[in-house]
């Protein structure tokens, strides 16, 4: 979500460790997902193509009972959507292991507790999906982008 990182690299560099990692300012789609070599990128692409690129705003700041924070989206039913047509194609990796009965559409910030200003809101635009994968020295990298139709 590059429309977001100058409002919140800092912050995230100092709160957030997987920012540290390579992580960009992001809304996760699925988390954890596929070992990588098991990734069949084609079906991924025909799935994300399969759903509409869309305008949206980051409007508000607000906290998770763990402590985390984040930047809540417009439309978030458009980013359930992605969510869950991936976890129906792999339903073997639910999001976040299946630690939350919502998913909740976001962009964390800090990992704790935060007081902070952020000039809001935040016009962005998902036209693609980003496939990061986790490196053997705990970096993240981009592995590729699919393009939402």
């Known amino acids: 979500m590059p429309e977001a990182e100058d409002a919140v690299a800092a912050l995230r560099l100092q709160h957030d460790r997987s920012a540290a990692l390579g992580v960009p300012a992001h809304v996760t789609i699925l988390y954890p997902f596929l070992d990588p070599v098991a990734i069949d990128e084609r079906a991924l692409e025909e799935l994300i193509a399969g759903h509409e690129a869309f305008d949206f705003e980051l409007v508000s700041v607000e906290t998770f009972d763990d402590g985390h ?5 417009t439309s978030p039913e458009r980013f359930v959507a992605l969510i869950d047509a991936v976890w129906r194609r792999w339903p073997d990796h639910p999001p976040y ?9 976001h962009l964390t910030i800090s ?3 935060l007081e902070c200003a952020i000039e809001l809101p935040i016009a962005a635009r998902a036209d693609t999906v980003t496939l990061i994968e986790e490196q053997a020295d705990g970096r993240w990298l981009s592995r590729r982008r699919f393009a939402l139709g």
């Open 69 to 73: 924070v984040y930047l809540v989206p």
């Open 97 to 105: 292991e299946g630690a939350f009965e919502t998913v909740v559409p």
């Open 111 to 113: 990992e704790r507790p």
